[in-house]
C-alpha cells in the first residue's frame, strides 16, 4: 500500500516537472507582453490574447507572422519528402540485407551505419559547395537530399530487423502461389510489418522535424527556411517580445507531439530496435 | 546453433523450386538491385564531402572562394591540439557529456521503473514522459532560453517569489561555468525520457520469475533492485552511454539557442567551436581539421557501439 502511494506521488512529480515549462509555454503565447515583462511575473494573463496566434494563421505574409507560417509549410514539405524517399529506398534495402544471401551483407550494414553515425558538422562545408553547384542551396528539394541521406541508414537499421522478425514461411507461401519476390514484399510482407511501418515513418518525420544544423546553412530565404531555423531567428531577434517565440514554438511542437502521442505504443519498441538491437 | 544447421539443409527447399539450394548469383544481383537506391541516396551525398573534408583539412583554405589554398601537411591538426580554445571546448564538452549523461542515467532509471510499474493510468504517464522526446529540440532550447532568463525569467520569477532568492541573478549571462550548467540542465530535461524509453526496454526483458526467486528467498524491493535490476540493466545501459555520447560529441544545436555559445565562450562544445572557426572566422581548412578530430571521436565511439551491439545478438 505504501508502495501504491510511493510510485503514485513519484509520476505525478515526474509529471509536473515534465509538464510544467511547457504550460508556461502556452501561458506566454497568449500573455500580453507586459505580463511577460511584469516584475513580479504574471504567472497566468488577465486577457488572454490569441493575437500571435491569429497573426501566424491570417498574415499577409512578408511580416514576421507569415514567415512563420510559411516556414511550418516548408518543413512539412521537408518532412514528407524526406520519409517519403528515404522509406522506398529503405524498405527494399532491408528487405535484402534480411532475406537474401549475399558477400559483404554486414559490411554493407555497417558502412550505411557508420554513414548514419558521421558527424554533420564534418559535411557541412563541402555539402554547402556542392549544393551551390548544383543550385541547390537554400531549396527545400536542397534539404530532403541531405537529410535523406542520414534517415535511409535508419529506415534500414529498423527495417532490416522487423525482416528479420518475421517467420520466413509468410512469403514462402505467396511464392509457392506465384508471386515473384518484390510482389511477395508488397502484398504480404509489408501488409504485416505495418505497425513497424508507421513506426519508423513516425520517427523519420520526427529526425527531419528536428534537424537544425544543416538547415541553418544551407537555408536564407523565407522560401526555404524550416521551423527550427524560424524560431531561432526570432529567439534572436524578437527576444523582448518572448510570446511570438512561444506561440511559435507551441505550433511547431504540434505535429511531432501530436504524432508521438498517437503512435505512443511504437515508441518503446521502435526505441529498443533502433537502438538497443541496433 | 540450430539455426546454422537450419540454414544449411533446411529441409523445404527441395520442394520450392522458385528458390535456389545456395545463394547463387541471381540472388546477390537481385540484392544489389534492392540496395542499390539506398546506397545512392546516402553514399551520393555522403562520400564526397568526406574525402573534401579530408583534403582540405591539409590545406589552408580562408573562404570559400579562396584561390590559393596552399598544402600545408597536419600543420592544421598541429595547430588544434596546441589551440587553447579548442581543448577548451573539449573540456566543456567533456564535462557536458559527463555530467548530463549521469543525470540522464539516474533519472532515467527511476522513470523507466515508474513506466513499469503498477501506476492507475498507466498510458497518460507514458504519453506525458513522451512530449519532452518529441518536442522539437530548438523549441525546448528556446523555452530554456526564456525561463532562465536574468531580467523577467520564469525560474528568477518563481524562485523570488516564493522566497528561495531575493532578487533576480543572471542564469546565461554572467558566469560561464553556471550557464554551461544550466544548459546541461536542459538538456537533461529533454533527453531523460529518450534514455527512460531506452532503459525500460531492457527492464521489460528481465525476466519476472527472477524477483520472485528473490522474494523467496527473502530480499526485500531494494536489495532486488541492487541485485537483479541494475545487473539485469548493465547492457543496455551501456548502450545509451555510447548513444548519448556519441549525440553530445555533435552537439549544436541546444548551444546555438540557449547561449550562443557565451558567456566568454564558456558553453562551446567541439562541434560548436568548429561551426565558429569554420563560418564566422571563415577558416575552412583549420575547420576541416577540426571536424576530423570530432569526426574520429565519433567513429571510435560508434566502433565501441557496433561492437556492443553485435555482442547482444544483433545483426551485423
Known amino acids: ?249 507551441v505550433l511547431a511542437t504540434l505535429p511531432p507531439v501530436l504524432l508521438a502521442l498517437a503512435f505512443q505504443r511504437y515508441v518503446v519498441d521502435g526505441l529498443a530496435a533502433a537502438s538497443v538491437k541496433g | 546453433m540450430t539455426d546454422q544447421l537450419n540454414r544449411v539443409a533446411p529441409p523445404r527447399e527441395q520442394g520450392t523450386p522458385t528458390r535456389p539450394a545456395r545463394p547463387g548469383r541471381g540472388e546477390a544481383r537481385f540484392a544489389l538491385f534492392l540496395l542499390l537506391p539506398a546506397a545512392f541516396v546516402v553514399f551520393g551525398v555522403v562520400v564526397y564531402p568526406v574525402v573534401r573534408t579530408l583534403v582540405m583539412s591539409v590545406l589552408d583554405v580562408d573562404g570559400p572562394l579562396d584561390d590559393s589554398t596552399p598544402f600545408v601537411g597536419v600543420s592544421n591538426y598541429a595547430e588544434a591540439l596546441a589551440d587553447p580554445g579548442f581543448w577548451r571546448a573539449v573540456w566543456q564538452t567533456s564535462y557536458f557529456s559527463l555530467t548530463s549523461i549521469f543525470f540522464e542515467i539516474v533519472f532515467g532509471v527511476g522513470i523507466a521503473l515508474l513506466l513499469n510499474a503498477p501506476l492507475r493510468a498507466r498510458w497518460l504517464f507514458r504519453a506525458i514522459v513522451i512530449v519532452p522526446w518529441a518536442l522539437p529540440t530548438i523549441v525546448s532550447g528556446a523555452m530554456w532560453r526564456y525561463i532562465f532568463s536574468g531580467q523577467y525569467g520564469a525560474l528568477n520569477a518563481l524562485l523570488t517569489q516564493v522566497g528561495l532568492m531575493d532578487e533576480y541573478r543572471s542564469w546565461l549571462g554572467a558566469d560561464p561555468f553556471l550557464a554551461l550548467n544550466m544548459v546541461i540542465a536542459a538538456d537533461v530535461w529533454k533527453n531523460t525520457s529518450l534514455v527512460a524509453f531506452l532503459l525500460l526496454a531492457g527492464l521489460q526483458n528481465i525476466p519476472s520469475d527472477l524477483y520472485e526467486a528473490a522474494r523467496i528467498d527473502g530480499a526485500g524491493p531494494i536489495r532486488s533492485f541492487f541485485s537483479i535490476t541494475v545487473p539485469m540493466l548493465v547492457p543496455s545501459i551501456v548502450i545509451v552511454l555510447v548513444l548519448r555520447t556519441i549525440d553530445t560529441v555533435r552537439i549544436f544545436d541546444i548551444v546555438y539557442i540557449i547561449t550562443g555559445g557565451g558567456p566568454a565562450s564558456g558553453t562551446q562544445t567541439v562541434a560548436f567551436y568548429t561551426y565558429v572557426r569554420a563560418f564566422s572566422d571563415q577558416r575552412l581548412g583549420y575547420g576541416s581539421a577540426l571536424s576530423y578530430l570530432v569526426t574520429a571521436v565519433v567513429l571510435v565511439l560508434s566502433i565501441v557501439y557496433l561492437r556492443t551491439l553485435r555482442k547482444r545478438g544483433a545483426l551485423l
Open chain 1, 1 to 249: 500500500m505504501r508502495y501504491k502511494i510511493f510510485i503514485h506521488a513519484a509520476a505525478a512529480f515526474v509529471s509536473v516537472v515534465f509538464l510544467a515549462p511547457l504550460a508556461w509555454l502556452v501561458l506566454a503565447s497568449v500573455s500580453e507582453p507586459r505580463d511577460l515583462l511584469a516584475r513580479p511575473l504574471h504567472w497566468i494573463p488577465e486577457h488572454p490574447t490569441w493575437s500571435r496566434y491569429d497573426a501566424i494563421a491570417n498574415s499577409g505574409g512578408s511580416d514576421v507572422a507569415g514567415m512563420f507560417r510559411q516556414s511550418m509549410g516548408n518543413s512539412v514539405v521537408v518532412a514528407l519528402g524526406t520519409v517519403a524517399v528515404s522509406m522506398v529506398v529503405g524498405v527494399l534495402g532491408g528487405y535484402a540485407l534480411a532475406r537474401l544471401r549475399f558477400r559483404f551483407r554486414r559490411s554493407t550494414m555497417v558502412a550505411f551505419l557508420i554513414a548514419y553515425m558521421l558527424p554533420p558538422i564534418a559535411l557541412l562545408i563541402p555539402l554547402y559547395l556542392v549544393l551551390t553547384q548544383l543550385q541547390l542551396l537554400d531549396s527545400k528539394l536542397g534539404l530532403i537530399v541531405v537529410y535523406t541521406s542520414f534517415t535511409t541508414p535508419f529506415v534500414l537499421w529498423i527495417m532490416t530487423n522487423q525482416f528479420l522478425a518475421l517467420p520466413v514461411e509468410l512469403e514462402e507461401a505467396a511464392r509457392v502461389d506465384g508471386c515473384s519476390r518484390l510482389g511477395a514484399l508488397v502484398r504480404v510482407v509489408l501488409p504485416v510489418a505495418r505497425p513497424g511501418l508507421f513506426a519508423t515513418m513516425m520517427f523519420t518525420f520526427l529526425m527531419s522535424w528536428d534537424e537544425f544544423l544543416y538547415a541553418l546553412i544551407f537555408t536564407a530565404t523565407p522560401d526555404a527556411k524550416t521551423v527550427p531555423v524560424a524560431i531561432a531567428e526570432f529567439t534572436g531577434r524578437y527576444s523582448a517580445d518572448f510570446g511570438l517565440v512561444a506561440a511559435g514554438g
